[in-house]
């Protein structure tokens, strides 16, 4: 059977206040609504709703693997769902962060363990062995500093600052290794010094501010003034992304998402590295053993366009495969699990010989014992599943 979920709303500084109460259609608080969490991360389960009242949908995972995921996947990925959809509302900049691969997410998990951190510590680095590969599909136009520059255009943008403090990064980044030798710079500085420089990139940014990317800079310093993650923003590239598009997120690549609303499909885990602007903690050593430097990288995705669908995926990655589709009379079909959430417009889901109708807002988790689904209706609809063959669009 198919199971509707409610979803856990989180609640940061950088979350609009009105668009995910606008989509699932709640009344607006005035708190900032940042994120709709779509899954069974144990840290923020959906609820499915059954006949006995609503489960967490990872215990629901935990009583029938098999039923709910299919064989295949629990083979890969052991009993859990390897995928978690979001939404995401993005009023103000998040923190500078990067994700680690699984390899230093196991180590790292494992090592905090042995530590005796708490898992709710906030100077805990990891909080699950698993990594966490990102794609965002942009609802509106959507903008993120994500990747490193060319180190030659960071140098060109710093000598138009005019900061003579800033003359040994300047040095620093025209080394072999210079953006790895920058950042780390940038990262061990005394805070007072921090600050300082950052303050001072603010002032200049905004003498300049018709140009990009000093209008960001500029813009980043007036809401985090004083803070190191201004210096580094510097180094990163600005990407837009008009309503449609799709960006990448691979482990080890630095982003910041600065404003919009988007659906991002990635590996279930909540591993975060930050850098910069951001009160919480910063682990530099940590950071710097998961940073990647892959200067002037193209992060936008190209979806593969199928009947009715475009479909989104990670290189070398079988944790998650996103599915837009475009609803029409004709249904469009998929086989083993998936979590459906409508967009836009309403959409008729189809599996295991019922019926749901999903209007803007809803959503719901097939499980793997359903077989084939489908979805027919007007609108937008995202289903994400892992992206293994075996379980893949019935054809």
């Not at 996947?73 to 959809?85: D, H, I, K, N, S």
């Not at 708490?118 to 699950?128: A, G, I, K, M």
Request: proline share 9%; aromatic share 6%.
């Amino acid at each position: 059977m198919v199971y509707l979920l409610e979803n856990p709303i989180r609640h940061h500084p950088w979350g609009s206040p009105s668009a995910i109460p606008d989509l699932v259609g709640i009344q607006p608080t005035g708190e900032p609504h940042a994120e709709l969490w779509l899954g069974a991360h144990e840290s923020a389960p959906s609820l499915a709703l059954t006949a006995d009242g609503p489960i967490r949908l990872d215990e629901l995972v935990r009583r029938d693997p098999m039923g709910m995921l299919g064989a295949d996947a629990v083979e890969v990925f052991g009993p859990r769902l390897p995928y978690l959809l979001k939404v995401l509302a993005v009023e103000r900049p998040l923190s500078i962060q990067a994700h680690p691969t699984s390899k230093l997410a196991e180590a790292g998990f494992a090592a905090e363990n042995e530590a005796g951190v708490p898992l709710e510590s906030p100077d805990r680095s990891y909080v699950d062995p698993f990594h966490k590969p990102e794609l965002v599909v942009a609802l509106t136009d959507f903008a993120a500093l994500l990747g490193f520059r060319i180190p030659t255009e960071a140098e060109e943008l710093i000598d138009e600052l005019e900061i003579p403090g800033l003359d040994e990064v300047v040095e620093l980044i025209r080394a072999p290794d210079g953006l790895a030798d920058t950042v780390r710079w940038l990262l061990t500085l005394p805070v007072e010094r921090a600050a300082e420089l950052a303050e001072a990139v603010g002032a200049s940014s905004r003498r300049l501010a018709g140009i990009e990317p000093f209008v960001t800079v500029a813009g980043i310093a007036d809401q985090f003034p004083g803070d190191r993650g201004v210096l580094l923003a510097l180094l990163l590239q600005i990407v837009r992304l008009p309503s449609g598009e799709a960006c990448v997120v691979p482990a080890g690549t630095p982003h910041c998402y600065l404003h919009g609303v988007a659906v991002e499909a990635q590996a279930a885990s909540d591993n975060t590295l930050r850098a910069g602007l951001t009160p919480k903690w910063v682990d530099v050593p940590e950071l710097l053993a998961v940073l990647t430097y892959a200067p002037g990288m193209d992060p936008r995705l190209t979806p593969m366009p199928m009947n009715g669908e475009d479909v989104f995926e990670l290189a070398e990655v079988t944790d998650v495969r996103l599915h837009r589709i475009r609803l029409g009379p004709e249904p469009v079909s998929l086989v083993g699990s998936g979590i459906v959430l409508v967009t836009d417009g309403r959409a008729e889901l189809s599996a295991g010989g019922g019926q749901e109708p999903l209007d803007r807002g809803g959503s719901a988790f097939v499980p793997a014992n359903c077989g084939e689904f489908t979805l027919a209706g007007s609108g937008t609809a995202f289903v994400v599943t892992p992206a293994l063959e075996t379980v893949d669009r019935a054809r």
